[in-house]
């Protein structure tokens, strides 16, 4: 069967529920259509296409993930972003531009860090987008953008993503925003810090003890507890 944007979405509606579609409208609401399908049944949609879609040139394979998110579903946003972190020559090609491109409908939490820890953080930590960039986002109007900034560094430091850690990216970036109050920073900077604690625990410490009284209350439990006990709560395994 050849693959295209039609036949995906097609599949994707067959394994749908209506009840997960229901239940993204507060988890993580979006303007973008839902068709509310589990993780799980998406992992294995993804194996099922990648029989066909590995053996496509880098750059076809590219525009396919930038039709995905064209469609502006939620699903074909996700399955673009995991379709050229199993492609790793076109995941390697991407440019800032190609970036803003596959991020155009980040806006909620769900697509923004899949985006983020899955993209965005590899061309970071690979050199195909600068420092700048990063920043650039970080200083956006937008909040997503500003998410995935903060977002990107758990990419780099996420060791199931290949993340080998950076210190001295990831808490650049966290000093740009801990005087940020919006919910959504408070949440990325707590995990940004916490995944940085599993390379470089005395960085982590270090950076809270200057902060401390800057930091929202949030971010000094979560942190605070990650490098006392290695976990950020009691609901975390």
Not at 74 to 86: G, S, Y
Request: proline share 2%.
């Amino acid at each position: 069967m050849t693959m295209n944007i039609k036949s995906i979405i097609e599949q994707l509606n067959n394994v749908a529920d209506p009840e997960r579609r229901e239940a993204s409208k507060w988890y993580f609401p979006t303007s973008m259509k839902t068709l509310g399908v589990k993780s799980a049944d998406l992992r294995n949609l993804l194996k099922t296409w990648w029989k066909e879609l590995k053996a496509w040139p880098d750059e076809e394979l590219t525009a396919f993930a930038k039709e995905l998110v064209e469609t502006r579903i939620f699903e074909c946003n996700q399955v673009a972003f995991e379709l050229l972190w199993k492609q790793k020559g076109a995941l390697n090609k991407l440019s800032a531009d190609d970036l803003e491109i596959l991020g155009q409908n980040m806006d909620n939490w769900a697509t923004t860090d899949s985006f983020a820890v899955t993209i965005s953080g590899w061309a970071w930590r690979n050199g195909q987008i600068s420092d700048d960039v990063i920043l650039k986002w970080l200083d956006s109007d937008n909040l997503w953008w500003r998410r995935a900034a903060v977002v990107s560094t758990v990419g780099m430091n996420l060791k199931s993503r290949g993340g080998p850690g950076d210190t001295a990216k990831t808490l650049m970036v966290c000093e740009k925003v801990i005087d940020d109050r919006d919910d959504m920073i408070i949440k990325a900077l707590s995990w940004a810090l916490r995944e940085l604690s599993k390379h470089d625990k005395p960085a982590v410490e270090e950076f809270m003890k200057k902060y401390h009284h800057r930091l929202a209350g949030r971010v000094r439990r979560e942190v605070y507890t990650k490098l006392k006990t290695g976990i950020k709560n009691k609901r975390e395994k």
